[in-house]
């Protein structure tokens, strides 16, 4: 970078630090203009790179002094992390992603931690440990591909739920027919009776979900860059009597639900989980165990591992190919049994008992 334009860009820089009042600029409030020039120095051409790769088409209205400075502060997370990982003292990677010039500030008001006190649902009958020792219903084609949704970087408690319920619709729809159909999250959006920028509980898409028998799809309804009036019309998807919603449960109930079927669950984010690059992920060891701030969508198991889809949205440079595989340990998994949404236990039942006996027949001698 030319003499002039890092001059130019340290001056603006120092002003903008100088009359901020945030944590992170606190921080840099107390640095020389040595100390600052030698932070854009070492920064700003590696920063324009990762804006390059990772942050093409993402609203972002944010001064960019704010995004260097978070960015720098993430960099340097990132590599001491890193290096315990190398020694064997960690079981996951982190590394930059689309978040990684966000500040704890930043991630605090994009995903604001909800504490949840409701008390514990009773265990759906005849939900007993599945035999299953693991599944991928990735492999199975039972969910669609990873996407980026940061368009809606306004609505990001709304939109992330709202996408996720969709995902858990868009399985129910491929156990009966065998299709994989993309429904319409701009439906949930725009007519689920949910104002932007809430967090949804999954019962309110889920009433919308029932009563509407189903859900149009994308095709028919697109995604929109805002929410709007509702205007869905044409065939519908996914017609469910009832969903099952279950609070504070535990990793027995959890595998029984997602041995049938993908889950939507909520989760608590941490500064780590927005940098996650790979293997098993562990953390939140001291957090309440009655809080959130994310909902995922859960889509296999292992007797270690839990995989998730982060459905809100990240794209497939966050992660592995955008999933992570976090732990099964309730001390250790952000609260991940806190929540959790899916299909009634009874209609799964029946559909497996159907299926069972469409497969008899078709294993049947003809006879002539």
Same mark, same amino acid.
């Given at each position: 970078?030319?003499?002039?334009?890092?001059?130019?860009?340290?001056? @603006?820089?120092?002003?903008?630090?100088?009359?901020?009042?945030?944590?992170?600029?606190?921080?840099?409030?107390?640095? *020389?203009?040595?100390?600052?020039?030698?932070?854009?120095?070492?920064?700003?051409?590696?920063?324009?790179?990762?804006?390059?790769?990772?942050?093409?088409?993402?609203?972002?209205?944010?001064?960019? +002094?704010?995004?260097?400075?978070?960015?720098?502060?993430? #960099?340097?997370?990132?590599?001491?992390?890193?290096? =315990?990982?190398?020694?064997?003292?960690?079981?996951?990677?982190?590394? #930059?992603?689309?978040?990684?010039?966000? *500040?704890?500030?930043?991630?605090?008001? =994009?995903?604001?931690?909800?504490?949840?006190?409701?008390?514990?649902?009773?265990?759906?009958?005849? #939900?007993?440990?599945?035999?299953?020792?693991?599944?991928?219903?990735?492999?199975?084609?039972?969910?669609?591909?990873?996407?980026? #949704?940061?368009?809606?970087?306004?609505?990001?408690?709304?939109?992330?739920?709202?996408?996720?319920?969709?995902?858990?619709?868009?399985?129910?729809?491929?156990?009966?027919?065998?299709? =994989?159909?993309?429904?319409?999250?701009?439906?949930?959006?725009?007519?689920?009776?949910?104002?932007?920028?809430?967090? @949804?509980?999954?019962?309110?898409?889920?009433?919308?979900?029932?009563?509407?028998?189903?859900? @149009?799809?994308?095709?028919?309804?697109?995604?929109?860059?805002?929410?709007? *009036?509702?205007?869905?019309?044409?065939?519908?998807?996914?017609?469910?009597?009832?969903?099952?919603?279950?609070?504070?449960?535990?990793?027995?109930?959890?595998?029984?639900?997602?041995?049938?079927?993908?889950?939507?669950?909520?989760?608590?984010?941490?500064?780590?989980?927005?940098?996650?690059?790979?293997?098993?992920?562990?953390?939140?060891?001291?957090?309440?165990?009655?809080?959130?701030?994310?909902?995922?969508?859960?889509?296999?198991?292992?007797?270690?591992?839990?995989? =998730?889809?982060?459905?809100?949205?990240?794209?497939?440079?966050?992660?592995?190919?955008?999933?992570?595989?976090?732990?099964?340990? +309730?001390?250790?998994?952000?609260?991940?049994?806190?929540?959790?949404?899916?299909?009634?236990?009874?209609?799964?039942?029946?559909?497996?008992?159907?299926?069972?006996?469409?497969?008899?027949?078709?294993?049947?001698?003809?006879?002539?």
């Amino acid at each position: 970078m030319g003499h002039c334009c890092r001059l130019l860009l340290l001056l @603006v820089a120092q002003n903008f630090i100088l009359n901020c009042d945030s944590l992170i600029h606190q921080e840099f409030k107390a640095l *020389s203009y040595s100390k600052l020039r030698q932070l854009y120095a070492k920064h700003y051409d590696g920063y324009t790179k990762f804006v390059a790769e990772y942050k093409q088409g993402v609203k972002d209205d944010r001064p960019e +002094p704010h995004r260097l400075l978070a960015y720098a502060k993430n #960099l340097e997370e990132i590599k001491k992390h890193n290096e =315990l990982y190398k020694q064997g003292k960690s079981s996951f990677m982190l590394g #930059l992603t689309v978040m990684s010039d966000t *500040s704890k500030e930043d991630l605090d008001d =994009l995903f604001p931690v909800v504490v949840f006190n409701e008390t514990d649902n009773p265990v759906p009958p005849n #939900l007993t440990e599945s035999s299953i020792k693991e599944v991928n219903w990735v492999a199975k084609n039972y969910v669609t591909p990873v996407k980026n #949704l940061f368009s809606y970087v306004d609505c990001i408690p709304t939109i992330t739920t709202a996408s996720t319920v969709s995902d858990v619709v868009e399985a129910v729809v491929k156990s009966r027919t065998q299709r =994989l159909i993309k429904l319409s999250i701009q439906e949930l959006l725009d007519c689920g009776g949910v104002a932007c920028n809430e967090h @949804v509980r999954f019962h309110q898409y889920a009433n919308y979900i029932m009563r509407n028998r189903g859900m @149009v799809s994308e095709r028919k309804y697109p995604m929109f860059n805002r929410q709007q *009036s509702c205007g869905a019309r044409g065939r519908r998807y996914g017609r469910v009597k009832t969903f099952l919603t279950t609070v504070h449960g535990e990793k027995l109930l959890f595998k029984g639900l997602l041995a049938k079927r993908p889950i939507a669950t909520r989760i608590l984010l941490t500064q780590k989980f927005h940098n996650y690059k790979g293997g098993i992920f562990r953390d939140c060891l001291q957090s309440p165990n009655n809080v959130f701030s994310h909902t995922v969508l859960a889509v296999g198991f292992t007797e270690d591992y839990i995989l =998730l889809k982060n459905r809100q949205n990240w794209g497939t440079k966050w992660g592995e190919n955008g999933y992570m595989r976090i732990s099964t340990d +309730p001390k250790e998994n952000c609260n991940l049994y806190l929540e959790s949404f899916g299909g009634n236990q009874r209609e799964l039942a029946r559909e497996g008992n159907l299926k069972k006996q469409q497969q008899q027949k078709k294993s049947q001698p003809h006879q002539d």
